[in-house]
Structures are given as structure tokens and as C-alpha cells.
């Protein structure tokens, strides 16, 4: 089993409402685990974001707290739903409506990692499933929105930056020849999930380093962002997907040349993230 359920960095005194989190960094693979899955360690690595908790380490140092997961993806997803069981997965499941992520092996127990590749040869008992999501998923989410609840309480708002990573080809279907292709997508659940203003000001501190963004496409958020983002309640929830090119080989799931200068690219970016929450700043009217 995965030694803990979540990391949480505390700043030595908090100064910003925001919160930065990191679901899909976890690289505590159990060794039951991988005996069980057909696929090598290697393979299996594929759907987790890798690195995105070094990228976003400095997080303490601007005041905000940074929680990140302690288990892989493959293993537990914690950007999904504790309901969102795949039948084809596991044992005792009925099918109920459709559910595009759990039809596509992506539940909050992954059946697949990236491009699709199984990661059982059979399914696992429901007990199983449950275990992970009481040991892991649960309190992943209760130290979130307990970090969350603690911000609103001390600034009057919450601001979570769910961070991401997502393959560099994923930008291929909207990429334009001759332009610059997205390397940085925020989803907001078009709208949805937090105040314009605060999504603006997190698009413009990527945009003044140079990195090209947009908005939604193909990422527009997914549990974590439709579950914590109320900004008629003062909660907002964004989420960013960097392309892994930025900062690593892909195939080799190693960081690369540019790893370093990418990071403390990112330290001015954080920078400014944690800015918008300051009591300093005017207060956004809820939408």
C-alpha cells in the first residue's frame, strides 16, 4: 500500500487565500500493486503527472499551503468521483446511466492508463475499491477542503489551483499551423468554477513569461474543479495543465534539459498566483 494518503506543506505563515494542489504527482507505487498489474513500472507511470509536485514546490515559500497525492493514479484517481465505479473493473458493480470516464476505464479506479493499456488482466473485488478510496481518496479530500475551508475562513475566499500535466500531443486536435500551440491550459468549467477575474489574472502571470494559453480546450476540469469551485460562495476552483514537453521526456518519463529553467520560470508564476489572494487586494464580488 501507498505510505500515506497526501503531503501537505505548510508556509510558515499563510498570506494568501489560495491553495495549491497536485492529485496526479504520487509515484508510491505498492509492490502488490505492481505483481498484479500486466503492465512493466514503467508503463504504468504513464497517466501519472510526473514532476508537477517538484515544479510547484516553492509554494510554501509565497505563503500558501501545497497538498499533493501520496498514491498514483493508476491506483486511486482523486480527481474523480468516490462513486464513479467501473463494472467492467470491478466485481459486484451495476451499471447505472453512462458516464463517459467510467465507460472509457477512467473511474475513480483506473481500468486503463494512458493510450488505453489495461492495467488488470481480470477485474478486483468491489472490498478491494473501497479499501483504496476509504485509505486514500478520503482523506485526500478532507485535508483539501479542509485547507479551503481554513482559507475562506481567514480571507473571506478560497482559491484552488488544481496543477496538472497533460502529453504534449493531447494539444494536436486544436493546434493551428503557423500559431504557437497551447502550452498551458486553464479550466474554469467555462466559467463555471470561478470568478473571470481571478482566471484572467492566473492567465496573464503564464502569458507574461512567454508560454501560450487557453482556456477550457481540451480541458475544462473535471471533479476536483466542479466540486470546489462555488464563486457565488467565494470559492473558486481552476485548473492548469502544463504540456510535459516544457520540462521532461515524455518517453522516458525523466526530467529534461529544460527542467530546471522551467521550474524557476514557474517560481515567478506562483508568485503571482498567490498574489491574487492577498488581503492587499480588493475583494471580488461573487458572480
Same mark, same amino acid.
Not at 464513479?84 to 475513480?108: M, Q, T, Y
Not at 477550457?216 to 473558486?236: E, L
Given at each position: 500500500?501507498? *505510505?500515506?494518503?497526501?503531503?501537505?506543506?505548510?508556509?510558515?505563515r499563510r498570506t494568501t487565500s489560495v491553495v495549491f494542489a497536485s492529485?496526479?504527482?504520487?509515484?508510491?507505487?505498492?509492490?502488490t500493486f505492481l505483481r498484479r498489474t500486466t503492465l512493466n513500472e514503467h508503463s504504468v507511470r504513464s497517466s501519472e503527472d510526473a514532476f508537477v509536485d517538484q515544479l510547484f514546490e516553492s509554494v510554501p515559500e509565497v505563503?500558501?499551503?501545497?497538498?499533493?497525492?501520496?498514491?498514483?493514479?493508476?491506483?486511486?484517481?482523486?480527481?474523480?468521483?468516490?462513486?464513479e465505479l467501473d463494472p467492467a473493473l470491478i466485481e459486484g458493480v451495476s451499471k447505472i446511466g453512462h458516464n463517459p470516464r467510467v465507460a472509457s476505464g477512467l473511474g475513480v479506479i483506473p481500468r486503463v492508463v494512458a493510450n488505453g493499456q489495461a492495467i488488470y488482466s481480470g477485474k478486483?473485488?468491489?472490498?478491494?475499491?473501497?479499501?483504496?478510496?476509504?485509505?486514500?481518496?478520503r482523506p485526500y479530500h478532507t485535508a483539501l477542503a479542509g485547507q479551503l475551508d481554513q482559507a475562506f475562513l481567514m480571507f473571506g475566499q478560497a482559491i484552488l489551483v488544481d496543477c496538472h500535466s497533460m502529453p504534449h500531443e493531447a494539444m494536436d486536435a486544436v493546434a493551428r499551423r503557423g500559431v504557437r500551440r497551447p502550452e498551458v491550459v486553464l479550466g474554469d468549467r467555462f466559467g463555471a468554477a470561478a470568478n473571470s477575474d481571478i482566471v484572467d489574472r492566473i492567465e496573464a502571470a503564464f502569458q507574461r513569461t512567454g508560454l501560450v494559453v487557453t482556456r477550457n480546450t481540451p480541458f475544462a476540469g473535471a471533479y476536483i474543479t466542479q466540486t470546489y469551485g462555488r464563486p457565488t460562495r467565494g470559492r473558486h476552483a481552476i485548473q492548469v495543465e502544463i504540456d510535459r514537453a516544457l520540462y521532461m521526456n515524455e518517453g522516458l518519463i525523466r526530467p529534461n534539459g529544460n527542467f530546471d529553467a522551467f521550474r524557476t520560470l514557474l517560481r515567478g508564476v506562483i508568485r503571482e498566483i498567490a498574489d491574487i489572494?492577498?488581503?492587499?487586494? *480588493?475583494?471580488?464580488?461573487?458572480?
Amino acid at each position: 500500500m501507498p *505510505k500515506v494518503a497526501y503531503h501537505l506543506t505548510y508556509p510558515e505563515r499563510r498570506t494568501t487565500s489560495v491553495v495549491f494542489a497536485s492529485p496526479h504527482s504520487g509515484r508510491d507505487y505498492p509492490w502488490t500493486f505492481l505483481r498484479r498489474t500486466t503492465l512493466n513500472e514503467h508503463s504504468v507511470r504513464s497517466s501519472e503527472d510526473a514532476f508537477v509536485d517538484q515544479l510547484f514546490e516553492s509554494v510554501p515559500e509565497v505563503g500558501a499551503p501545497f497538498i499533493r497525492a501520496g498514491a498514483p493514479r493508476a491506483y486511486v484517481d482523486l480527481n474523480r468521483s468516490e462513486d464513479e465505479l467501473d463494472p467492467a473493473l470491478i466485481e459486484g458493480v451495476s451499471k447505472i446511466g453512462h458516464n463517459p470516464r467510467v465507460a472509457s476505464g477512467l473511474g475513480v479506479i483506473p481500468r486503463v492508463v494512458a493510450n488505453g493499456q489495461a492495467i488488470y488482466s481480470g477485474k478486483i473485488s468491489i472490498a478491494e475499491a473501497r479499501r483504496r478510496i476509504d485509505t486514500y481518496w478520503r482523506p485526500y479530500h478532507t485535508a483539501l477542503a479542509g485547507q479551503l475551508d481554513q482559507a475562506f475562513l481567514m480571507f473571506g475566499q478560497a482559491i484552488l489551483v488544481d496543477c496538472h500535466s497533460m502529453p504534449h500531443e493531447a494539444m494536436d486536435a486544436v493546434a493551428r499551423r503557423g500559431v504557437r500551440r497551447p502550452e498551458v491550459v486553464l479550466g474554469d468549467r467555462f466559467g463555471a468554477a470561478a470568478n473571470s477575474d481571478i482566471v484572467d489574472r492566473i492567465e496573464a502571470a503564464f502569458q507574461r513569461t512567454g508560454l501560450v494559453v487557453t482556456r477550457n480546450t481540451p480541458f475544462a476540469g473535471a471533479y476536483i474543479t466542479q466540486t470546489y469551485g462555488r464563486p457565488t460562495r467565494g470559492r473558486h476552483a481552476i485548473q492548469v495543465e502544463i504540456d510535459r514537453a516544457l520540462y521532461m521526456n515524455e518517453g522516458l518519463i525523466r526530467p529534461n534539459g529544460n527542467f530546471d529553467a522551467f521550474r524557476t520560470l514557474l517560481r515567478g508564476v506562483i508568485r503571482e498566483i498567490a498574489d491574487i489572494g492577498r488581503p492587499m487586494a *480588493k475583494p471580488l464580488a461573487a458572480e
